[in-house]
């Protein structure tokens, strides 16, 4: 059993920031990665930033937030934070974690947040 938790979502004005929180908590023996995707309403959804804690922390991003999202987490939390800056209207979706995990039975999972809204609107 795997659990992701979000925090942070919430209604801002364009320009504004917030920041994400995912903690995983259950049978982890490894974390391999963690991704925030977003859908919004109508849409696909999409990838925005992943890090990559089993090859150090290395980290990527959309093209679409490179500059303005910052991605980092806390290892002995297990747990992945999103930082956003410089928010605009496109930035509204729901926002999801994904943990790439080996399970204390070696068991290869993904496992998803239940979802957080960010809404960028005057």
């Known amino acids: 059993q795997v659990q992701l938790v979000e925090s942070g979502g919430g209604l801002v004005q364009p320009g504004g920031s917030l920041r994400l929180s995912c903690a995983a908590s259950g049978n982890i023996f490894r974390i391999n990665a963690m991704v925030w995707y977003r859908q919004a309403p109508g849409n696909q959804r999409e990838l925005v930033a992943v890090?990559?804690?089993?090859?150090?922390?290395?980290?990527n991003y959309a093209d679409s937030v490179k500059g303005r999202f910052t991605i980092s987490r806390d290892n002995a939390k297990n747990t992945v934070y999103m930082q956003m800056n410089s928010l605009n209207p496109e930035d509204t979706a729901v926002y999801y974690c994904n943990a790439r995990i080996i399970d204390t039975f070696t068991r290869d999972v993904d496992v998803w947040g239940q979802g957080t809204q960010v809404t960028v609107s005057s």
């Open positions: 890090i990559s804690i089993s090859r150090g922390g290395i980290t």
